[in-house]
């Protein structure tokens, strides 16, 4: 038990202090960078901050309910998508160095909470850990699909990268949902929703 502890540790601080890599190209690669008015650049960067952040969140939210996880199919179902939220890191820290900014000071808060709403999850059984996995990527598509509609049009670098982010996520609540994921009750999706609220509007900022 101890070392599993420690792995789980050393992946925390691998998430918030080691550069993420990326298995697959990222989805910009082929893309030419376009001049950005400054307004429009710092706009950009807010939204991919934003979008960092919350793959650190989601690394805490799979890492805390593989923990706690019942069964070897909804286990591997979280490792799976934390596997390629790893990648979602990659590509969008990549992208917030191109535009000239850094990540969120506020990560390490939101991973400590994320790692306790996860583990918190996964206590509750199988069925609400995945329908807790379900929902959080049904909101995360649709927030990504906000962010298409906000990015410059100039920028199709950030909008490869975000397009490709949704595909995946969307995904990953269609796997969650085929393994049996339970539907939140409402006050529940409220809940997420004013969270998910609150450290959009920090992480845009800083």
Same mark, same amino acid.
């Given at each position: 038990m101890l070392d @599993?502890?420690? $792995?789980? !540790?050393? @992946?925390?601080?691998?998430?918030? !202090?080691?550069?993420? =890599?990326? %298995?697959? +190209?990222?989805?910009?690669?082929?893309?030419?960078?376009?001049? %950005?008015?400054?307004?429009? @650049?710092?706009?950009? &960067?807010?939204?991919?901050?934003?979008? #960092? *952040?919350?793959? $650190? *969140?989601?690394?805490?939210?799979y890492q805390g309910q593989a923990l706690t996880a019942r069964t070897p199919q909804a286990r591997d179902a979280l490792r799976l998508a934390a596997q390629e939220e790893v990648e979602h890191l990659a590509w969008t820290e990549r992208r917030?160095?191109? &535009?000239?900014?850094? +990540?969120? %000071? !506020?990560? +390490?808060?939101?991973?400590?909470?994320?790692?306790?709403?996860?583990?918190?999850?996964?206590?509750?059984?199988? @069925?609400?850990?995945?329908?807790?996995?379900?929902?959080?990527? =049904? =909101? $995360?598509?649709? #927030?990504?699909?906000? #962010?298409?509609?906000?990015?410059p049009e100039g920028d199709a670098k950030s909008r490869a990268i975000v397009t490709q982010m949704r595909d995946d996520e969307l995904k990953h609540a269609d796997m969650a949902h085929e393994l049996g994921a339970a539907t939140l009750p409402a006050p529940v999706k409220s809940a997420m929703k004013l969270s998910a609220k609150l450290m959009t509007g920090a992480s845009y900022r800083c």
């Open positions: @599993k502890w420690i $792995v789980e !540790f050393d @992946k925390g601080l691998r998430t918030l !202090f080691a550069p993420a =890599q990326s %298995l697959r +190209p990222h989805p910009d690669a082929e893309l030419e960078e376009t001049e %950005l008015e400054a307004q429009e @650049k710092q706009h950009a &960067l807010g939204l991919m901050r934003v979008n #960092h *952040c919350g793959e $650190v *969140c989601a690394q805490a939210l917030i160095r191109e &535009l000239g900014g850094r +990540p969120s %000071l !506020f990560n +390490p808060l939101w991973y400590t909470g994320s790692l306790a709403i996860g583990v918190a999850a996964g206590v509750l059984g199988d @069925k609400w850990n995945l329908g807790f996995l379900e929902e959080t990527e =049904q =909101q $995360v598509g649709a #927030h990504l699909d906000s #962010h298409l509609a906000l990015l």
